[in-house]
């Protein structure tokens, strides 16, 4: 095995499950493998562009591959609600408020929720991933999440149930 | 990540539908897929495939509708339209038929006989792994077009402005009939495929599996069928290479494809020597181009057409 073929290697061993989930989130589990499997392959393919700290990019591809495969699946299945992020099975009646909000709110808002509170990216990393600068996703994020906060506080923004969360490290 | 987070995005982080698996990328299934993309080019498509010039296809094909009549091709008594060699597909595309190009890497197809078989990510049965989609093979041949591309190959000194006169004056003798059949024929084209396992010794797959398929989107799967000898491939179907199993055996000499019988056949008698002339021209400047390439590049009828 090549040197690239080594190190491309150990950077898909490692981040496989991250992109993984991230596929899963956005296409569900019977289409996460294939959007993994294409991810991978562009990454392959452009290895040479691939930045130091791959995962913020590979989150980019892997978000280029979601819109097209989200694309074909809506073309293929008129009617059907192929943008809105798939919720998987494991706890559908937890914080069922917070899925009534989350589903309320725009694809875009709702990445850059995603990408900072289940990536786990930092939010210079994340602007990589959407192309976007530092500054610009910072005043999505905060939008989004003001957007988010007014939808669980209802229409009279009376008692904010999240107000009484504890912090999450 | 911040060490302490707003409280909404705490709530949606403990919300996570989906949390990730470190050591899935280990996994039996992911390492498959590792050893499928190393095994790619990564210039372009897959490395054990490659597309056939459509050029002597299309002299063989011409000369057999001018010899014996259009009907031949729907109805293919003689199985002139089949390759008999494992990992061989003659097929038609239609330029008809459009579909989403389905993106599945690796599929499963619990049956391959029949057309219209069902396959899909994850249904068991035989693997198949995605290895291009298919390509529309060009505007058609009209004299119109034919003239505007021979005066484009002149200007671009492509061709020489004796050639071009010639291959002009070839042409007008000819039948627009006999264009339009010419035509239909660039639809077709062969696609090889090398199948092996070790990268070594050619491998065939038991008899009445496909070696090479084509599918469509069909609901939440694909439909699919042998590419061979399918003359109504649609635009953009995925082409899928089987996947080598324990029950394939080593692969029987080569046979001469049914392209080269007719060829040596039939290309003496029944065109008009116009006609052959024209087709002798249209092989001419596709010699000189890149007309047959890897499993990414397109045959373009403009690099084919004078």
């Given at each position: ?18 992109v993984?989930?991230y596929a899963r989130r956005r296409v569900?589990?019977?289409a996460a493998?294939e959007v993994v499997?294409e991810t ?19 989150y980019g591809v892997a978000r280029n591959v979601v819109l097209r495969h989200r694309t074909a699946a ?8 192929a943008l809105?992020l ?25 990445e ?58 | ?306």
């Open positions: 095995m090549s040197d690239v073929e080594t190190r491309f290697s150990e950077i898909y061993e490692s981040l496989y499950g991250r993984h989930a569900g589990s019977e493998d499997a991978f392959m562009v990454a392959w393919r452009r290895f040479d562009a691939m930045p130091r700290e791959p995962l913020p990019w590979l809506a073309r293929q299945q008129a009617g059907r609600r809105e798939e919720r998987e099975p494991t706890d559908p009646s937890e914080d069922p408020e917070l899925w009534e909000a989350w589903s309320q709110l725009s694809d875009g808002e709702r850059v929720l995603a990408l900072v509170a289940w990536e786990e990216l930092r939010v210079a990393d994340a602007a990589r991933c959407l192309g976007c600068s530092a500054p610009v996703f910072s005043v999505r994020l905060h939008r989004a999440r003001k957007r988010l906060e007014r939808l669980l506080a209802g229409p009279q923004g009376a008692a904010n149930p999240i107000s009484t969360l504890t912090e999450v490290s | 990540m911040t060490p302490q987070r707003p409280p909404t995005l705490a709530r949606v982080a403990r919300a996570n539908p989906a949390r990730a698996d470190d050591e899935r990328g280990r996994s039996a299934a992911a390492q498959v897929v590792l050893n499928q993309i190393l095994a790619s080019d990564r210039s372009g498509g897959p490395h054990p495939v490659r597309r056939r010039s459509r050029r002597v296809l299309v002299l063989a094909m011409a000369a057999l509708l001018l010899a014996v009549g259009g009907a031949l091709a729907a109805t293919d008594p003689f199985g002139l339209f089949r390759s008999p060699n494992p990992g061989t597909a003659i097929y038609g595309v239609d330029l008809n038929r459009h579909v989403v190009p389905p993106t599945v890497y690796q599929i499963e197809c619990p049956s391959t006989s029949g057309h219209g078989f069902r396959c899909g990510a994850h249904l068991g049965g035989r693997k198949y792994m995605l290895l291009d989609h298919v390509q529309a093979s060009g505007p058609r041949l009209t004299r119109p077009f034919m003239q505007r591309a021979l005066r484009q190959a002149v200007r671009r000194g492509q061709i020489s402005a004796q050639t071009g006169h010639r291959f002009a004056a070839d042409l007008a003798v000819v039948s627009d009939d006999f264009l339009a059949r010419l035509s239909d024929l660039m639809r077709h084209a062969t696609l090889t495929a090398s199948l092996t396992s070790d990268g070594k010794k050619p491998l065939a797959p038991p008899p009445g599996v496909p070696s090479l398929l084509v599918c469509e989107p069909a609901a939440a799967s694909l439909s699919c069928q042998d590419m061979n000898g399918d003359d109504h491939a649609a635009i953009g179907s995925g082409i899928y290479r089987a996947v080598p199993s324990a029950d394939w055996r080593p692969a029987p000499p080569q046979r001469r494809d049914p392209s080269w019988q007719l060829e040596v056949a039939i290309l003496g008698h029944a065109p008009t020597p116009a006609e052959l002339r024209v087709l002798f021209d249209l092989a001419t400047p596709a010699s000189q181009s890149s007309s047959s390439g890897t499993v990414t590049t397109t045959t373009a009828p403009t690099t084919q057409a004078p």
